[in-house]
Each structure stands twice: as structure tokens, then as C-alpha cells.
């Protein structure tokens, strides 16, 4: 079992920053493939970011990359989303998540551990 906290939401201009961060309880953060995800009302839930346990696989949805960064600090047990030039379609509950990782790649479902997200609300 594994508890995430997600921080770091808010209200943003267009063009504006912010970063995310999902704070993981237990000593097998290591282990852990994470991702992020958000949904925006009235659309489905869309992955928008994932690494695998060690930071050498990284994904990213199309319409986020060059503008959005996924780390992991394994030593506090923390997962960040950097955020830059935030445009108005950002704007969603962004929630953290984690499963057990794969041999090769990083996944990007099958996530069976989730927080209870943050709002992003990005005005133009």
C-alpha cells in the first residue's frame, strides 16, 4: 500500500508556472513507476506524465511536451510536475499516481495507487 498527497495546484495566468508535488508514504516509493494524470469537467481522464522508478524512462502526452517536466526524488519519497507556459486547456484535477513498474518503457496505466488530486486553473 502507498498513500499520495498531491500539492502545489492553484489559480494561474495564461503563460504562467507551477509545480506539482505527490508525497509518498512507505519505503517502496523506489520501486514505484508514477504518473500523472488530470481531468478537465466533462472529459475523461488523460494521462499526462509518467517515469519509472529510477527516472530512465519518461513519458509525456503531445500536448504537453517542451512545456511540462517530470522528476522524482526517491530519497524524499516525492514525485514533481513542473509546469511552464500553462495555457487555459491545462486547466483540470491533476492527480498523482503509482504502480509497480514494468522491465522496460514506463507505463502509462493500469496505475493502482492514486491522491486526491489538486486543481489547476489556468485563466486567459
Known amino acids: 500500500q502507498v498513500q499520495l498527497v498531491e500539492s502545489g495546484g492553484g489559480l494561474v495566468q495564461a503563460g504562467g508556472s507551477l509545480r506539482l508535488s505527490c508525497a509518498a508514504s512507505?519505503?517502496?516509493?523506489?520501486?514505484?513507476?508514477m504518473g500523472w494524470f488530470r481531468q478537465a469537467p466533462g472529459k475523461e481522464r488523460e494521462s499526462v506524465a509518467a517515469?519509472?522508478?529510477?527516472?530512465?524512462?519518461?513519458y509525456y502526452v503531445d500536448s504537453v511536451k517542451g512545456r511540462f517536466s517530470i522528476s522524482r526524488d526517491n530519497a524524499k519519497n516525492t514525485v514533481y510536475l513542473q509546469m511552464n507556459s500553462l495555457q487555459p486547456e491545462d486547466t483540470a484535477v491533476y492527480y498523482c499516481a503509482a504502480r509497480g513498474d514494468q522491465p522496460m518503457g514506463v507505463p502509462i496505466e493500469g496505475y493502482a495507487y492514486w491522491g486526491q488530486g489538486t486543481q489547476v486553473t489556468v485563466s486567459s
Open positions: 512507505g519505503r517502496t516509493f523506489s520501486t514505484y513507476a
Open positions: 517515469i519509472n522508478r529510477n527516472g530512465g524512462y519518461i
